[in-house]
């Protein structure tokens, strides 16, 4: 389904929906495509809001998960959301929690799927590899429990992106800022209820990862889904939405 991309100001985003916003925060080959699943699903709930990250955008000084939630907290405030739902995946996942650490007062919950932020499995100072379009093709793969997840259409678009000097040289410093910016000790801070979703299949952040942010963060819960990878939402939309609402209508107050 295709989705009206909104203005305002210099920030790009979809809205979809009233309600407490849910707002999405995609990773670092991810796009606003990403969460389509979802949107379709809680646009009847909530105010769906998915910014289009300037991964590419930001001069290289602030091309990190700082610079990034700096971005988030613009546009946060520029729009003047509040109670909000804050869902991340991947490097998505420790932009959320970068900014719920610096600025918890707009956010009224925490989603996390396969994020950053403790541990991943990188894709090292080679990566990527330009030119080499089955390397590509094969580390997409790796994202997902089922490989025809990773479409022709989606291999092409990392491709692009990997060919394009400049741009590879800000997802290394995104990559590289993700790895240095450990947050483990400072994750008892975060008071929000916060679900965190992971794929039991999932080799860039594997299970373990899911049970120590779950175990870091006090007020948390953690599920698996079985025979799925690192983007949940996008493998398995339906069982992620069955979960997440049951999260979100118990934090309302409301039956499951």
Not at 91 to 101: I, N, P, R, T
Not at 154 to 168: A, P, Q, S, T, Y
């Amino acid at each position: 389904m295709e989705y009206e991309i909104k203005k305002h100001e210099d920030f790009s985003f979809i809205e979809e929906g009233d309600g407490e916003p849910l707002v999405l925060l995609h990773g670092l080959f991810g796009s606003l495509s990403n969460f389509s699943g979802i949107i379709d699903y809680y646009k009847k709930y909530n105010k769906v809001v998915v910014p289009k990250l300037p991964l590419l955008d930001l001069d290289l000084l602030h091309s990190t998960v700082g610079g990034l939630s700096k971005f988030l907290k613009e546009f946060l405030n520029t729009r003047n959301y509040t109670n909000v739902h804050l869902l991340g995946n991947s490097l998505g996942g420790h932009v959320a929690l970068d900014y719920v650490l610096k600025h918890s007062e707009r956010v009224k919950s925490l989603i996390l799927t396969g994020s950053s932020g403790l541990y991943e499995s990188g894709m090292g100072d080679s990566y990527p590899k330009r030119g080499d379009y089955e390397f590509i093709k094969t580390t997409t793969e790796r994202t997902f429990f089922k490989p025809e997840t990773a479409t022709k259409e989606l291999v092409d678009e990392v491709f692009g992106i990997v060919n394009n000097r400049l741009k590879v040289i800000k997802i290394i410093s995104l990559a590289k800022s993700a790895i240095r910016t450990h947050i483990g000790s400072e994750l008892h801070k975060i008071k929000q209820p916060t679900l965190l979703i992971w794929g039991n299949n999932d080799v860039i952040t594997p299970p373990f990862v899911g049970q120590e942010f779950n175990k870091l963060i006090s007020n948390s819960e953690l599920q698996f889904i079985d025979k799925c990878g690192h983007a949940p939402m996008m493998e398995v939309p339906d069982e992620f939405n069955r979960i997440m609402h049951n999260f979100l209508k118990k934090l309302n107050g409301e039956a499951t």
